[in-house]
T-cell receptor, first 115, second 109 residues
Framework: SAVISQKPSRDICQRGTSLTIQCQVDSQVTMMFWYRQQPGQSLTLIATANQGSEATYESGFVIDKFPISRPNLTFSTLTVSNMSPEDSSIYLC????????????FGPGTRLTVL | EDQVTQSPEALRLQEGESSSLNCSYTVSGLRGLFWYRQDPGKGPEFLFTLYSAGEEKEKERLKATLTKKESFLHITAPKPEDSATYLCAVWANDYKLSFGAGTTVTVRA
């Protein structure tokens, strides 16, 4: 398994600004993912964070809005850019130690409110 | 498109009152089905992975089963600490997780 931490745990931001969320894993992992969980809804995959290359985005999510970095095997960031109230959500990071066929473990999430 | 449907949306139980949660799925090429538990304000906590029809997994008061079209999470003699939202997710050929909307379980003492 993997233990995952996220910073910040919550934030309140103004419309038009950007927020960067950090995800740290306690061991080297092959795969890292970013999800969004809107109020009362389930998890939606935003992108797969690839180490050493661009992230792979799911339909409906674009790099300009959600730039992702993954500089090494234990760390990733997600930036929510030019925020609007519709971006208010919980953002979750997950990691799979052994690769794409391994179980995903999740961080505690970052609760974002955009005013 | 992969679809995962969980029922009921909410379940209120008395302590000790056993019940089951359902997860039905439509995917092309199921590689695995996952159950997670999510407490308010926290990330999902992994419970089980099921890979093939007929498989069963148990952990304390929880037992997960899998058929070709659905999975059940049975909660036996629940306690208040079992109150949480239970999420089902499936792996298809692309190994991306598709989540259901969850079942929120409330167990009253």
């Amino acid at each position: 398994s993997a233990v995952i931490s996220q910073k910040p745990s919550r934030d309140i931001c103004q419309r038009g600004t950007s927020l960067t969320i950090q995800c740290q894993v306690d061991s080297q992992v092959t795969m890292m993912f970013w999800y969004r969980q809107q109020p009362g809804q389930s998890l939606t995959l935003i992108a797969t964070a690839n180490q050493g290359s661009e992230a792979t985005y799911e339909s409906g999510f674009v790099i300009d809005k959600f730039p992702i970095s993954r500089p090494n095997l234990t760390f990733s960031t997600l930036t929510v850019s030019n925020m609007s109230p519709e971006d208010s959500s919980i953002y979750l990071c997950s990691a799979a130690v052994g690769g794409v066929t391994d179980t995903q473990y999740f961080g505690p999430g970052t609760r974002l409110t955009v005013l | 498109e992969d679809q995962v449907t969980q029922s009921p949306e909410a379940l209120r139980l008395q302590e000790g009152e056993s019940s089951s949660l359902n997860c039905s799925y439509t995917v092309s090429g199921l590689r695995g089905l996952f159950w997670y538990r999510q407490d308010p304000g926290k990330g999902p906590e992994f419970l089980f992975t099921l890979y093939s029809a007929g498989e069963e997994k148990e952990k304390e008061r929880l037992k997960a089963t899998l058929t070709k079209k659905e999975s059940f999470l049975h909660i036996t003699a629940p306690k208040p600490e079992d109150s949480a939202t239970y999420l089902c997710a499936v792996w298809a050929n692309d190994y991306k997780l598709s989540f259901g909307a969850g079942t929120t379980v409330t167990v009253r003492a």
